[in-house]
């Protein structure tokens, strides 16, 4: 199994991602229990610009070995650095305006504390 894992880590840094993907995959076929393979095929998904299978990938990798740091890190980084690509929006959030469409209502101005009242009376804001 390592001469297999070691052969995927070379075919993935060499921009194999297709040769890299079987080698990660037959590994993780032949042990499920591989976290290493798991997180082998997060980073091909992630070089092929894929964050949510990448994501879960990687997600899988922790769930087969909770001290796996590099599976740890991946879920990190994807988690902060693409939130919109791993996380479905909630419901009724707004939709992104597009151009030529009606303008958005501006938002209603921010009550001003007793401080900031009092302080205004003065001419001291």
């Known amino acids: 199994m390592i ?7 070379r075919m993935l840094a060499a921009g194999d991602l297709d040769h890299a993907e079987r080698l990660f995959s037959q590994v993780a076929e032949a042990d499920p229990r591989n ?11 992630g070089a092929r610009g894929d964050a949510v299978a990448a994501l879960g990938q990687a997600r899988r990798a ?15 980084r994807l988690e902060m650095a693409a939130p919109r690509a791993v996380a479905p929006e909630p419901e009724g959030a707004p ?13 209603a101005p921010a009550r001003r504390s ?9 001419g001291r804001r």
């Open 35 to 45: 976290a290493i393979a798991v997180v082998g095929l997060a980073e091909v998904a």
């Open 62 to 76: 922790l769930g087969i070995d909770p001290e796996n740091a590099a599976a740890r890190r991946m879920v990190e």
């Open 3 to 9: 001469e297999l894992l070691l052969a995927a880590e």
């Open 95 to 107: 939709e992104p305006r597009t151009a030529g469409g009606p303008e958005p209502e501006p938002p």
């Open 114 to 122: 007793w401080l900031d009242r009092i302080l205004g009376f003065f």
